[in-house]
C-alpha cells in the first residue's frame, strides 16, 4: 500500500499528536469488544446455526470490564489505559509515526463499529421486535403500576409501523458509514437519531443512555473529520476544498479490503437482515415461544376463591385472593392481587434464547405476579414458577379442568402450600388497541 501525492500535507504539532495518540487509544479500545461478556457470547452460540439475537449480542459488545448493565465506570477505566498508552507512546521510538495514516484507519475502524453498532438495533426495529404490541397482561394493568421505561416501550410497540420506520433510519445511515464518501452524511443522521434517544432515556429512565452515548462519541468522532470544512462552506460561504488525503491500495490488499468489506456488510446487514424477518415471524425474542394452554389465551375473572377450604370474599385490599388471572397465547400466567410486587427494573435491550430468561412481560411492571408454567395434560397439572427474579423458588402446582370453554377450575397449592381453589371465568373483553382506533367501535 502507498500513498498518493499530498500537495499540502497537515502539519502535526506536539500537542496534536498527543492528543491524538490519546483518542487513537481511547477509540480503539472502545471499538474493541474487550468485554467481561465476550467469551460467554462469542462462545455461546453454535456459528453454523446462528440467530438474529447472537448476531444482535455482538453488534451490542463494547468495552466493559463490570459485569451488569453499561457503566460510565468502564469508561474511565478506558480512558486512564488511553492516558498512560499515549504517554509511553509518545516515549517510544514510534512517535513519529505517519499521523495522516494512523487518522485515516482510526476513522475507518470507528466507521465500521459505529455502522454494525447502529444496524444492530435497525432491523429489530425494522421487523418491530425490540418493541412488540402489549400482551394481554400488560393491557390488562393500571397505568400506574408501569414505570416510565415500560410506557414508552408499549407507546412505541402500538405503531409497528413507526418503529419500522425508525429502524429504516437506522439502517440508512449504518449503510452511508461503510463507504468514506457518504459516512459523514451517515454520522449527522445518527446524531440526530441517536440523540434523541440518548434523551428519551433520560426522560423515562431508560437503561440505554449509556449506550447511546457511546454511538453518539463514534459519530461525533466521524463527523469531526467534515467539521470545519462543513462550517466553513455552510456557515461562513468561503470557498472549501475536501480533504485530500486517501491511501492507494494496490495488489493483495486491494483485493483483501475488498473482501473484508464484503464480508463485515454480507454478514451483518444480508445474512443478519434475513434472520431478523425470519425471526419477525416464526421466534420474537421478547415473549416465550413455548406454547400456552390450548384455547385459554384471555383474561378470567375469580368468581370463587377459597384457601384451605375457607371462601375469600372479593375485596379491593386481599393480598390473597387473586383478582383476575390472563393466560397468554405462550406458556405465562398472570395473576392480579393486591400482594406486593418487587418490580424487575431491568430496562436495557437484551435478546434471549431460552424462555425462562424472556422477561420483557414483566419488566417494569407492578400489579401482577407473573408464572411460566409447563402442562402435563395427561393428569392436567400445571406446574407454575414465578418469573420475577426477586422471586425465585415460588412454585404452584395446580390441577386444572374445563367444564366448558369459557371456565377453568384450578385446585392444588400456592407458594405457602396452602391448598387453594379458584374458578375462572373467562370475560369476553373487546381491545380498542386491536379492533380500531379511527371508526366507532361497538363493544
Known amino acids: 500500500m502507498s500513498n498518493t501525492n499530498i500537495p499540502s500535507p497537515p502539519v502535526w504539532t506536539a500537542r496534536e499528536k498527543l492528543i491524538f495518540r490519546f483518542f487513537f487509544l481511547f477509540f480503539i479500545l472502545q471499538a474493541i469488544p474487550l468485554s467481561v461478556d465476550f467469551f460467554k457470547i462469542v462462545f455461546g ?11 444482535f449480542n455482538l453488534t451490542r459488545l463494547s468495552a466493559k470490564f463490570l459485569p451488569g448493565a453499561d457503566s460510565f465506570i468502564n469508561w474511565i477505566i478506558v480512558a486512564i489505559i488511553a492516558i498512560i498508552g499515549a504517554v509511553a507512546w509518545g516515549k517510544s521510538k514510534y512517535k513519529d509515526i505517519d499521523y495522516n495514516q494512523f487518522y485515516y484507519w482510526l476513522r475507518v475502524v470507528v466507521r465500521y463499529r459505529l455502522a454494525i453498532g447502529i444496524i444492530g ?9 425490540q418493541a412488540p404490541f402489549p400482551s394481554i397482561s400488560n393491557l390488562n ?5 408501569f414505570t416510565d421505561w415500560k410506557i414508552f416501550s408499549m407507546s412505541l410497540g402500538i405503531v409497528p409501523s413507526y418503529e419500522a420506520f425508525l429502524g429504516a433510519i437506522e439502517i440508512l445511515a449504518g449503510l452511508l458509514l461503510f463507504f468514506r464518501k457518504t459516512a459523514t452524511i451517515g454520522a449527522v443522521i445518527i446524531l440526530v437519531f441517536t440523540g434523541n434517544v440518548f434523551i428519551s432515556n433520560l426522560a423515562y429512565e431508560g437503561g440505554e443512555f449509556v449506550y447511546a452515548t457511546y454511538l453518539i462519541t463514534f459519530a461525533l468522532f466521524v463527523l469531526w473529520f467534515d467539521a470545519q470544512r ?16 486517501k491511501p492507494q491500495f494496490v495488489g493483495k490488499t486491494k483485493s483483501l479490503r475488498l473482501a473484508l468489506k464484503t464480508l463485515v456488510i454480507f454478514f451483518f446487514v444480508f445474512l443478519y437482515g434475513f434472520k431478523t424477518y425470519s425471526g419477525f415471524h416464526h421466534n420474537p425474542y421478547q415473549f416465550p415461544r413455548t406454547k400456552g394452554l390450548a384455547k385459554a389465551a384471555g383474561i378470567y375473572n375469580v368468581s370463587e376463591f377459597k384457601i384451605n377450604g375457607r371462601v375469600l370474599p372479593y375485596a379491593a385490599a386481599d393480598s390473597i385472593r387473586w383478582k383476575d388471572v390472563v393466560f397468554e397465547k405462550w406458556a405465562t400466567i398472570s395473576v392480579r392481587s393486591d ?5 424487575d427494573s431491568a430496562n436495557y435491550e437484551q435478546v434471549f434464547k431460552n424462555d425462562k430468561d424472556r422477561d420483557y412481560e414483566l419488566t417494569g411492571t407492578a400489579g401482577r405476579h407473573y408464572y411460566s408454567y409447563t402442562v402435563d395434560s395427561a393428569n392436567h397439572v ?9 422471586y425465585k423458588g415460588e412454585q404452584l402446582r395446580l390441577n386444572y379442568s374445563r367444564p366448558d370453554s369459557a371456565t377453568i377450575i384450578l385446585s392444588g397449592t400456592n407458594q405457602h402450600r396452602d391448598s387453594i381453589y379458584v374458578i375462572l371465568n373467562k370475560i369476553d373483553k373487546k381491545y380498542p ?8 367501535l361497538k363493544l
Open 45 to 55: 452460540f453454535n456459528w453454523f446455526h446462528i440467530s438474529y439475537g447472537d448476531i
Open 121 to 129: 438495533y435497525g432491523f429489530i426495529k425494522f421487523f418491530p421486535l
Open 141 to 145: 394493568t393500571s397505568y400506574g403500576d
Open 230 to 245: 462543513i462550517y466553513n462552506l455552510v456557515s461562513l460561504e468561503q470557498p472549501t476544498a475536501p480533504n485530500s488525503f
Open 339 to 343: 400482594r406486593k410486587v418487587i418490580v
Open 382 to 390: 400445571l406446574l407454575l414458577d414465578n418469573k420475577n427474579p426477586h
Open 433 to 440: 388497541l386491536k379492533l380500531s382506533r379511527r371508526k366507532a
